[in-house]
C-alpha cells in the first residue's frame, strides 16, 4: 500500500513539475484579435461600438448571462463614459471605460475583470474606410499573470476569446448592414 501512494505521489509531483515548466514558456502578455468587412460607412458603425447602451444588439457577452446587471456611467461615446456588470459564471463581474474615442475611426477601452478573475486588458477597436465598406478590427491585450500561464497550459486563450470575437463581429456586421 505505501509503494503504491509513493507511486501516486511520484506521478503527482512530475505532472505538477511539468506544468508548472510549460507555463514559464508562455509569453508574459497576451493579444486577441479579428477582423471583419462590413458593407457601411465608419460613420454608422463607429456609434454602435462608442456607446456602451448599444453594445446589447451585437455584443457577444451580452446573451451569456440573460438576468446580468448593468450599470452606465458618463456620456455615451464620450472618454470617461463606463460599463458594468454583474452576472452568472458566464459573464462574471467586471467594467470597461472608454479611454479613448476618435470619431469613425478607433475606439479604446480599459477592460477589468473583478470575478471569476482579475484581469486588466485593453481593447481597441479599428474602423477603417475600405472601398465600399468598412474594415473593423477587435483587439484585446493584456498581461498575463504565472497563474494565467498556467491556465494557458490548458486553454487556448487566442480560440476561447476569438470565437466571442468572431460570432460579436458578425453581429455587428448583421446590425450595420440593416
Given at each position: 500500500?505505501?509503494?503504491?501512494?509513493?507511486?501516486?505521489?511520484?506521478?503527482?509531483?512530475?505532472?505538477?513539475?511539468?506544468?508548472?515548466?510549460?507555463?514559464?514558456?508562455?509569453?508574459?502578455?497576451?493579444?486577441?484579435?479579428?477582423?471583419?468587412?462590413?458593407?457601411?460607412?465608419?460613420?454608422?458603425?463607429?456609434?454602435?461600438?462608442?456607446?456602451?447602451?448599444?453594445?446589447?444588439?451585437?455584443?457577444?457577452?451580452?446573451?451569456?448571462?440573460?438576468?446580468?446587471?448593468?450599470?452606465?456611467?458618463?456620456?455615451?461615446?464620450?472618454?470617461?463614459?463606463?460599463?458594468?456588470?454583474?452576472?452568472?459564471?458566464?459573464?462574471?463581474?467586471?467594467?470597461?471605460?472608454?479611454?479613448?474615442?476618435?470619431?469613425?475611426?478607433?475606439?479604446?477601452?480599459k477592460l477589468d475583470f473583478i470575478s471569476p478573475f482579475e484581469a486588466h486588458n485593453?481593447?481597441?477597436?479599428?474602423?477603417?474606410?475600405?472601398?465600399?465598406?468598412?474594415?473593423?478590427n477587435w483587439d484585446m491585450q493584456g498581461p498575463t499573470p504565472f497563474i494565467g500561464?498556467?491556465m494557458h497550459v490548458f486553454m487556448n486563450m487566442d480560440k476561447m476569446v476569438g470565437?466571442?470575437?468572431?460570432?460579436?463581429?458578425?453581429?455587428?456586421?448583421?446590425?450595420?448592414?440593416?
Amino acid at each position: 500500500m505505501l509503494k503504491i501512494f509513493l507511486i501516486i505521489a511520484a506521478v503527482l509531483v512530475v505532472a505538477v513539475t511539468v506544468v508548472l515548466a510549460l507555463a514559464t514558456t508562455k509569453p508574459d502578455t497576451f493579444r486577441v484579435t479579428r477582423t471583419t468587412t462590413i458593407k457601411a460607412p465608419p460613420e454608422k458603425i463607429y456609434p454602435m461600438i462608442a456607446d456602451f447602451h448599444r453594445w446589447t444588439a451585437w455584443s457577444p457577452y451580452e446573451n451569456k448571462d440573460p438576468a446580468m446587471k448593468r450599470t452606465y456611467g458618463g456620456t455615451p461615446g464620450a472618454v470617461g463614459q463606463t460599463y458594468g456588470w454583474s452576472g452568472d459564471k458566464n459573464t462574471g463581474v467586471g467594467s470597461m471605460t472608454l479611454t479613448e474615442a476618435a470619431p469613425s475611426s478607433k475606439v479604446a477601452l480599459k477592460l477589468d475583470f473583478i470575478s471569476p478573475f482579475e484581469a486588466h486588458n485593453t481593447v481597441v477597436f479599428s474602423i477603417v474606410p475600405q472601398g465600399d465598406g468598412t474594415i473593423v478590427n477587435w483587439d484585446m491585450q493584456g498581461p498575463t499573470p504565472f497563474i494565467g500561464k498556467i491556465m494557458h497550459v490548458f486553454m487556448n486563450m487566442d480560440k476561447m476569446v476569438g470565437t466571442d470575437f468572431e460570432v460579436g463581429l458578425a453581429n455587428l456586421k448583421a446590425q450595420a448592414e440593416k
